[in-house]
């Protein structure tokens, strides 16, 4: 896992568990985590989490995205995309900041979008807080 | 003008003297009202909705959680303030609202702390706190966008407004915060769906293949407005809701906000 996660799982507010399926477009103003099966589209409007078991028919939206399942679809993180060594993805990604633990796989175009010095900013705040939170855990 | 509405199973003779003792209560505190008793001859609706139409505007449902069930839609409707004097036991809702049990609870009603809740609205009818559905083999739509299918082996569908959330911890083994959830003032359904049982196989599997098991949610929660559930072979759906069993073939379910004016007590669980 990722030590300067920047995703917050206080966000989340929908959780499809791994022995559940959904169809359908499913919008959410609040976090998601999936670990079930998704065929659709997927608009959110915080965080979204792709668990390890996730299988995903489907185009992504969301601020920060972390993808450790299958997905087939095109992902498009406002903020940031993290992609683990589970990680399957058959689609283009586009955001801001990408990190790629080695072993994951990726099928697709990547576009990364410019970032403001102002969110360069947030974002070392935020790492050295993760870390700082970290040290102390 | 308070409207005491006692249940019909407080004609029990060991109930009499704690209900002396509420009576007197709430003279003392100045909260007395009218009084009548459920009976088996007269709707228990039109009962209370002749004494609204007399001026009563605050209704005090003496007894249980089913008592409560009973006046949930008129007092909806008419919209007046409803009360809770608990006794006896299936005391759930008034325990999330904080009102003690007996004549303790005149003294919360008696300082007029109201809130105003959301509601379930099943097809034509409002309930306060959760529906258990049996749902196997049903189609379940929510916000008219995306289907869930549900887990083989797993039929049913819990969907709660009012809960307490240390019992919901236990119900459904949660380790997660669920503080977000189970809120009646959001304007959210919490849609939960339980997941399939597994046999000891695939627990041991799980535990010693899988890296991170704690990581992987086995439980579904989705915050939804608007559920419908059609039977898809045509069986009847068995719906639970306050201890009673409905059978239906189509549901629609929505969370209506803010429709319930209730008296809570300080120590309520939201």
Request: with cysteine; aromatic share 6%.
């Amino acid at each position: 896992m990722f030590k300067n996660q920047q995703i917050d799982e206080k966000t989340i507010e929908t959780i499809i568990g791994q022995s559940v399926k959904v169809k359908g477009d499913f919008q959410t103003s609040g976090g998601m985590q999936i670990d079930g099966e998704l065929k659709g589209t997927l608009n959110i409007g915080t965080d979204l989490i792709i668990g390890e078991n996730a299988k995903i028919i489907a185009n992504a939206q969301a601020n920060r995205i972390m993808v450790s399942g299958k997905i087939k679809g095109n992902l498009k993180a406002n903020e940031s995309l993290e992609i683990t060594e589970t990680a399957r993805i058959d689609g283009d990604l586009e955001t801001k900041v990408l990190s790629t633990e080695p072993g994951a796989q990726i099928n697709g175009m990547i576009k990364m979008s410019e970032i403001s010095e102002k969110e360069k900013n947030n974002l070392k705040e935020k790492s050295q807080e993760t870390e700082k939170n970290n040290g102390e855990e | 003008m308070y409207y005491y509405f006692y249940d019909f199973f407080l004609s029990d003779n060991k109930y009499q003297r704690i209900l002396h003792r509420i009576e007197n209560r709430a003279v003392d505190l100045g909260i007395s009202g009218k009084i009548e008793r459920e009976s088996m001859l007269i709707n228990s609706e039109k009962l209370i909705l002749d004494n609204i139409r007399k001026g009563a505007k605050t209704i005090i449902a003496v007894g249980n959680d089913e008592t409560v069930d009973k006046i949930i839609n008129i007092a909806a409707r008419e919209k007046v303030t409803v009360g809770i004097i608990p006794i006896g036991k299936k005391n759930k809702i008034a325990k999330i609202l904080g009102i003690p049990e007996g004549s303790l609870a005149c003294d919360i009603l008696s300082q007029r702390r109201i809130k105003n809740l959301d509601l379930i609205k099943m097809n034509d009818k409002y309930y306060l706190s959760n529906l258990i559905i049996n749902a196997k083999n049903a189609k379940v739509l929510c916000e008219k966008k995306y289907e869930i299918s549900l887990p083989k082996k797993q039929g049913k569908i819990y969907i709660y407004n009012l809960a307490n959330k240390n019992e919901i911890k236990k119900t459904f083994k949660l380790n997660q915060n669920i503080d977000n959830y189970f809120n009646p003032n959001d304007g959210l359904l919490d849609l939960v769906i339980k997941p399939a049982k597994q046999n000891l196989i695939s627990k041991i599997f799980k535990k010693i293949i899988k890296n991170n098991p704690d990581k992987i949610k086995d439980i579904s929660i989705v915050p939804v407005k608007k559920i419908k559930i059609n039977s898809r072979d045509k069986k009847p759906l068995i719906i639970n809701c306050e201890n009673n069993n409905i059978v239906k073939t189509f549901l629609d379910i929505e969370i209506v906000s803010q429709k319930l004016n209730i008296i809570v007590g300080k120590d309520r669980k939201f």
